[in-house]
């Protein structure tokens, strides 16, 4: 995870989608990284786990995290909406 993150060189404000984000795994990492002036979009397919991530969005912190139900043919992301991107 963190080769990850460094390789995404994420600064503190940035927005990031975590796209699959799952359990939020790295929901998480890349939360630190962007810090509490930052977002993460957490998308998934799955309504369990964008629930799941809705549950511990504060625990998920310290970065505004927004989990977001997508179908699996769209991530619903408008360009130019985040600064990274991971999938």
Sequence with gaps: PEVIVAALALNPGMSVA???A???YMVSRLSKAVGEDGMVIAIDTSSEMVKYLS???????PAKIHPKHVGYDDPELQPDSVDRVLT
């Design 18 to 20: 975590d796209i699959g």
């Design 22 to 24: 799952g359990t939020g």
């Design 55 to 61: 549950d511990r969005a504060v625990e998920l912190g």
